[in-house]
Nanobody, 118 residues
Framework: QVQLVESGGGLVQPGGSLRLSCAAS????????MGWYRQAPGKQREFVAQ???????AYADSVKGRFTISRGNGNNTVYLQMSSLKPEDTAVYYC????????????WGQGTQVTVSS
């Protein structure tokens, strides 16, 4: 059973930065995709960013130019660097991943809270 564990959330002022981490219990050397969704109170879960095979990346329009997703070097961790944070970025951020080495299902983490407030 693959486990994904998020960390790095917290309280930050508008305009500030945070880096989220998603540590996988299995190798991420070969992945189909790993990334982040978020869910704000009273709203549906929405796509944030993804890194795919070959390290191609995709972002939601709302975070383009402010967030960067990357893969660690040999540490089975995916990062989400968030800058110029806005109050509307406040949400629980969930990591997900899928690898042919893990089977056919998607795996999800438990989530980490990000709160942007002055």
């Amino acid at each position: 059973q693959v486990q994904l564990v998020e960390s790095g959330g917290g309280l930050v002022q508008p305009g500030g930065s945070l880096r989220l981490s998603c540590a996988a219990s299995e190798s991420i050397r070969i992945i189909n995709a790993m990334g982040w969704y978020r869910q704000a109170p009273g709203k549906q879960r929405e796509f944030v960013a993804q890194i795919s095979r070959g390290d191609s990346t995709a972002y939601a329009d709302s975070v383009k130019g402010r967030f960067t997703i990357s893969r660690g070097n040999g540490n089975n961790t995916v990062y989400l660097q968030m800058s110029s944070l806005k109050p509307e970025d406040t949400a629980v951020y969930y990591c997900y991943g899928q690898s042919p080495a893990w089977g056919i299902r998607n795996y999800w983490g438990q989530g980490t809270q990000v709160t942007v407030s002055s």
